[in-house]
T-cell receptor, first 114, second 114 residues
Framework: AQSVTQLDSQVPVFEEAPVELRCNYSSSVSVYLFWYVQYPNQGLQLLLKYLSGSTLVESINGFEAEFNKSQTSFHLRKPSVHISDTAEYFCAVSIIQGAQKLVFGQGTRLTINP | DTAVSQTPKYLVTQMGNDKSIKCEQNLGHDTMYWYKQDSKKFLKIMFSYNNKELIINETVPNRFSPKSPDKAHLNLHINSLELGDSAVYFC?????????????FGEGSRLTVL
């Protein structure tokens, strides 16, 4: 079975500061890795994903995540956050073989203060 | 146009009642899902359908019965509601049923059982 641990339930940062949201996973088989974002009162949206190839993946709004196989981590980073980044962020994995079944972490609430 | 729409958005009901949540997607996707988000924001898959066929059925009580009349619709019927069923239920769809696909989520249906 797969499991995902997001090490911080809440992360408050000041606007324009850098941020890192940590994610570790456990799986006995190969997985794909995802970050989803949930803005208040909305559904989840895909932020970025790692399937294969370069271990560093980027989103269109400045977030990046690095897949580290040896540490089984997929931490999310942004060098300078904006008020509009305030949201809940979910790390998730899905096994490569078989039907899509996302296993989510507990979520990290990112709060940006002015 | 909303890609994945759910109705109702809010549902308040008494224990023991039966209720349904409807979901429709206009993305032309073949695969649809129901996820449950509990009060701690933890998301867990319940069901997945591919072209109207059930492909994932997690350990969900028999009181929960999904129905997919066509590949654009996936409804969730819940019998004999219990307090523990209170949660936000998210419908989602994806173009492929395999592990790499991006999920598109609806805005959620918040069920409160009194």
């Amino acid at each position: 079975a797969q499991s995902v641990t997001q090490l911080d339930s809440q992360v408050p940062v000041f606007e324009e500061a850098p941020v890192e949201l940590r994610c570790n996973y456990s799986s006995s088989v190969s997985v794909y890795l995802f970050w989803y974002v949930q803005y208040p009162n909305q559904g989840l949206q895909l932020l970025l994903k790692y399937l294969s190839g370069s271990t560093l993946v980027e989103s269109i709004n400045g977030f990046e995540a690095e897949f580290n196989k040896s540490q089984t981590s997929f931490h999310l980073r942004k060098p300078s956050v904006h008020i509009s980044d305030t949201a809940e962020y979910f790390c998730a994995v899905s096994i490569i073989q078989g039907a899509q079944k996302l296993v989510f972490g507990q979520g990290t609430r990112l709060t940006i203060n002015p | 146009d909303t890609a994945v729409s759910q109705t109702p958005k809010y549902l308040v009901t008494q224990m023991g009642n039966d209720k349904s949540i409807k979901c429709e997607q206009n993305l032309g996707h073949d695969t649809m899902y129901w996820y449950k988000q509990d009060s701690k924001k933890f998301l867990k898959i319940m069901f997945s359908y591919n072209n109207k066929e059930l492909i994932i059925n997690e350990t969900v009580p028999n009181r929960f019965s999904p129905k997919s009349p066509d590949k654009a619709h996936l409804n969730l019927h819940i019998n004999s509601l219990e307090l523990g069923d209170s949660a936000v239920y998210f419908c989602a769809s994806s173009q492929v049923s395999g592990g790499a696909g991006e999920l598109f989520f609806g805005e959620g249906s918040r069920l409160t059982v009194l």
